[in-house]
């Protein structure tokens, strides 16, 4: 039991590293690489899928965040961020407040189900716009707000502005999955060596 679904674990945890990775570079220097994206769109949208790669479209769409992830678990002070490490620990208590809302929960399927009978239509940008409002209706209700470190040119644009809103989304919805899959920080503190051995794994199926 206790080294149950690591495989699946370590493609949510990616996904929540990956989001938080991409939340700094839109704030901080306004990068934002597609690639990058897509999965984390894809993965508030596939609210009823099975198949955990699926939901992030495939497992080479989250390289960056398996590298990211790997950093956090076995880095050093040099390489570990503790900006990274302060967005984790604020989408898990704005996840566990969610996850107290029946009503909230509720609203936001609503809200998704029709965002998604209509997205194949959309470009990328028009549905990060239609997933911040939906963030903006309903995670942004909790209190305390997640605060984002970055340069005020970034973090004003408005499409910037929704770009970080969607990957925080995303890193919500990666962390419930992982705890839907039996992720705990227990787990992860007693098995970092699986979980690294399993990041390698990925990257060197992405390198192949």
């Given at each position: 039991m206790l080294f149950d679904k690591i495989d699946e674990q370590t493609i949510a945890l990616a996904?929540?590293?990956?989001?938080?990775?991409?939340?700094?570079?839109?704030?901080?220097?306004?990068?934002?690489y597609e690639k990058d994206f897509n999965p984390l769109i894809n993965c508030i949208l596939k609210i009823n899928s099975t198949n955990t790669e699926d939901i992030y479209i495939n497992i080479s769409n989250l390289k960056t965040?398996?590298?990211?992830?790997?950093?956090?678990?076995?880095?050093?002070?040099f390489t570990r961020s503790s900006e990274i490490r302060r967005y984790i620990a604020s989408l898990q208590q704005l996840s566990y407040n969610l996850m107290s809302n029946e009503k909230c929960?509720?609203?936001?399927q609503t809200m998704l189900k029709k965002l998604d009978?209509?997205?194949?239509?959309?470009?990328?940008?028009?549905?990060?716009i239609q997933l911040s409002n939906i963030y903006q209706k309903t995670l942004s209700t909790?209190?305390?707000?997640?605060?984002?470190?970055?340069?005020?040119?970034h973090l004003t644009d408005k499409i910037q502005a929704s770009r970080i809103r969607t990957a925080l989304f995303a890193g919500v919805?990666?962390?419930?999955?992982?705890?839907?899959?039996g992720g705990s920080k227990l787990k992860l503190f007693f098995l970092k060596g699986k979980y690294s051995k399993q990041i390698?794994?990925?990257?060197?199926?992405?390198?192949?």
């Open positions: 996904g929540l590293y990956q989001s938080c990775h991409v939340v700094s570079k839109i704030a901080w220097n306004g990068e934002y965040g398996l590298i990211s992830f790997k950093k956090q678990i076995i880095g050093d002070i929960i509720g609203e936001m009978d209509k997205v194949e239509s959309m470009t990328i940008d028009e549905k990060v909790f209190e305390p707000r997640i605060v984002v470190s970055g340069d005020n040119l919805r990666s962390l419930i999955l992982w705890q839907q899959l390698d794994e990925y990257l060197n199926m992405i390198r192949s």
